[in-house]
Nanobody, 114 residues
Framework: QVQLVESGGGLVQPGGSLRLSCTAS????????MAWYRQPPGLGTERDLV??????????NYARSLKERFTISRDNAKNTVYLEMNGLKPEDTATYYC?????WGQGTQVTVSS
């Protein structure tokens, strides 16, 4: 079955960087578009799109407000998609989820705080 396992989250100070990873299995990763979403803490928050990447990695899209600071990439040989996050802000605090089709990982928590 499809499995998506995120890692790399943690506590970081404002202005810091993190690199999230999502290792996939159970489907043809190299031919599948992938995405990262995030959901801020609190009741009633929504899971918002962060970035998408095409199967080859040549095409990417970002939430408008994140394009300057976040970079999505992938390594098809490792069945892994990455999210490089720079210049982190407290409002980036969220659980970050890897996505393929209707499948989700368990999420990795990112907390930006001094």
């Amino acid at each position: 079955q499809v499995q998506l396992v995120e890692s790399g989250g943690g506590l970081v100070q404002p202005g810091g960087s993190l690199r999230l990873s999502c290792t996939a299995s159970g489907f043809s990763f190299a031919t599948s578009p992938m995405a990262w979403y995030r959901q801020p803490p609190g009741l009633g928050t929504e899971r918002d799109l962060v970035a998408t990447i095409s199967p080859t990695g040549r095409a990417t899209n970002y939430a408008r407000s994140l394009k300057e600071r976040f970079t999505i990439s992938r390594d098809n040989a490792k069945n892994t998609v990455y999210l490089e996050m720079n210049g982190l802000k407290p409002e980036d605090t969220a659980t970050y989820y890897c996505n393929f089709d209707w499948h989700w990982g368990q999420g990795t928590q990112v907390t930006v705080s001094s």
